[in-house]
């Protein structure tokens, strides 16, 4: 009889906890939903359910490393009563270093998965020795950067938790409050953490549906569930308009879906990382800019990290998974497919502060 994995007892755990909420709205699917089927928020400017944070280089703070998104993470950290869950690439914080080793010396419970690359920071030498710490030694990246807070809020994006990340780089940091959403992320987390399964070990999965307050969010964990082919699912259901900001861009199949959408009509634009487009191998800006695709590269101090779709102004595509095929083949990564027009509008609003500034 094949093993049950922490991983499908958590998802079973969450299906019988959104079947006892049904009042609230909430629903899960473990099958990938087409385009069509995503339902949009019955409130168009609702934010009542999400908190979304992007950092910001040219801001006259920046040069302090203080009042960031971190900022923001660590007071959230501060108030946990039970556990804190991180599955981080890097850490060199001090705001978040604190806010974990002050939760673990009052009695939370803090525990920690992290890229064993990056253990040459002293920071995370001061977790390890204090708190301990799960390193990924694999051949992909831990590249996820996720925390799990109380079993009832969720932190993600595209930001690592250092100070480029957090004050020199272009960056999302999400916070979703939501039991469901936490338990599903705490599956994955289990699954590296206790049953130190990483990378092309872990065991293949749909993906996940559910809704937060009537807010459509699907859920997809690299190289488990399938995370590319959803991509080129989105844009390949793109009517009218489709922004992309990439860090790294090396996937043809998206790069195809992108010109095809771009075909039919779609308006397409995109901004890449400068320095990306100088170093990948096998990157698509070539590519797309032979065909005229209408793209440029990042012209601000740092690196846009973003790793953004934002499909006709109601699709967001958000997380950790560069458009790339180590993302999609080695790395673990989590990616969030949220349907909210508040959403895109805020992620839009960073896509054209972006986009003017890039050349």
Known sequence: MKEI????????????????????????????????????????????????????PEAANADSYRGGPDAELAAAID?????????????????????????????VRVRIVVESSNMDRGELQELADEIGLVEDFGEGRMHNKFVVIDGQEVWT??????????????????RIESEALAIV??????????????????????GFLTTVLGHSLEVYFSPDDG????????VNGAQDELLFMTFSFTADELAEAI???????????????????????GGEWGYLDSQ?????????????????????????VAGSYNFSRSAEERNDENTLVIAS???????????????????
Request: charged letters at 20%; aromatic letters at 8%.
């Open 227 to 234: 995370t590319l082919e959803r991509l080129v699912e989105l």
């Open 79 to 107: 108030t946990a009563q039970q556990s804190v869950d991180v599955a981080i690439h890097d850490l060199n914080l001090w705001s978040i270093r604190d806010a974990l080793l002050d939760a673990e010396r009052r009695g």
């Open 341 to 359: 027009h508040a959403v895109a509008e805020l992620f839009v609003a960073e896509f054209e502060e972006i986009w003017e500034l890039a050349e």
């Open 157 to 174: 994006g595209s930001m690592n938790f250092t100070t480029t990340g957090a004050y020199r780089n272009r960056n999302h940091l999400l």
């Open 5 to 56: 994995t922490s991983r499908q007892i958590l998802y079973f755990v969450a299906l019988a906890l959104l079947m006892g909420l049904a009042a609230c709205a909430p629903s899960t699917n473990t099958n990938q939903a087409p385009v069509e089927t995503v339902e949009l928020p019955p409130t168009e400017g609702s934010l009542d359910w999400i908190d979304i944070y992007f950092s910001e």
């Open 259 to 281: 010109l095809e959408a771009e075909a039919r009509g779609v308006m397409v634009r995109g901004v890449f990382e400068g320095s990306q487009v100088a170093s990948n191998t």
């Open 185 to 206: 992320y705490l599956a994955e987390f289990e699954e590296m953490y206790s049953d130190q399964e990483f990378g092309a070990q872990s065991p293949a999965g749909p």
């Open 292 to 316: 005229n695709l209408n793209i440029r590269q990042d012209g601000q101090r740092g690196e846009m990290h973003h790793k953004v779709l934002i499909i006709d102004g109601q699709i967001v």
